[in-house]
């Protein structure tokens, strides 16, 4: 077998040799009406003959994300393409981490095994994951995982809110600010978001790549969706729309991490009242901040 430059093994400081020197990254794949894909790993691998998830160690130029769907590939013949991306959580040993990213398709797939490192595939009811010889590391994360499975990190955007909270003009072309927003929202979906990074560890640690949608009113109510953000233009208010696209959010999947971006006292005790945490704009617009500095 032909070594990448992160193949081999690295002692770790939890007394442990790992597998991938700069790290390594399993996809945790989900189809609503299958359960989770499992592969069962062949013998000669470290940890043979258990049953875990697709991935492998992350090479120097890629990240966790990346390793994680192209390892899938490579075993299981699912397209990087055919999945999409819901939120990942690091395992951090010091000198060695692995990586589980979460992910759903995006349309059918027929896994396949592709290559000697695994002998079979099962897509598992999730209730039914426990009852497999599992790899031990994936048998104590697999709680935890559980609990996150097929959940998306939903921003519900208020346009007005955000762009009127930093005086840079948006007076003059009020549609036209709500338009630079929406591009500037579209880097999340890419670059993903930590919880960490907007208070929402009470969430749980995790980077996300979040679902947005932005609501804007008046005369930005002829913004039109992009491919990574959705817009809903209020009919009337503002206010009352981000209402009822938070409570439609919440009541389509109950389970997602819904967050409403605005600073209006009001709105946010209405959108509590749904189920919804809160985030301040500057907190977000910080963080675009951010990710434009370091593009």
């Known amino acids: 077998m032909l070594l990448g430059d992160g193949d081999g093994f690295v002692s770790c400081l939890c007394g442990e040799r790992h597998w991938g020197l700069h790290g390594a990254a399993g996809l945790l794949l989900t189809d609503p009406g299958r359960g989770v894909l499992l592969q069962h790993r062949a013998g000669w691998t470290h940890h043979g003959e258990t049953w875990a998830l697709p991935g492998g160690a992350i090479r120097s130029d890629e990240t966790p994300a990346q390793a ?72 104590a994360a697999w709680p935890s995982l559980r609990a996150q499975l097929d959940r998306e990190l939903v921003f519900v955007v208020d346009g007005a809110n955000v762009v009127g909270s930093r005086p840079d003009g948006w007076w003059r072309d009020r549609a036209g600010a709500a ?51 959705e817009v809903v233009s209020a009919e009337h208010d503002g206010d009352s729309a981000i209402v009822a696209t938070t409570a439609a959010l919440r009541r389509e999947r109950p389970r997602d991490h819904v967050v409403v971006v605005t600073a209006d006292r009001l709105l946010g005790q209405r959108v509590r009242a749904e189920g919804a945490a809160l985030v301040a704009p500057s907190a977000l617009l910080g963080l675009l901040d951010a990710c434009e500095a370091a593009s």
């Open 179 to 229: 338009v630079r927003l929406r591009d500037r929202l579209a880097v999340l979906t890419r670059t993903g978001v930590e919880t960490a990074d907007l208070d929402l560890e009470h969430e749980g640690r995790w980077l996300w790549w979040p679902r947005i949608v932005l609501v804007v009113e008046g005369k930005a109510k002829r913004t039109e969706a992009s491919a990574a953000v």
């Open 68 to 139: 994680a769907t192209r390892e899938t590939e490579e075993e299981t013949a699912v397209p990087a393409c055919s999945v999409r991306l819901l939120a990942a959580r690091a395992e951090d040993h010091g000198s060695w981490s692995y990586t589980t990213v979460l992910a759903t398709v995006r349309d059918a797939v027929l896994p396949r095994v592709a290559n000697a490192e695994s002998t079979a595939l099962d897509w598992v009811d999730p209730a039914e994951v426990e009852n497999y010889p599992l790899h031990r590391n994936f048998a």
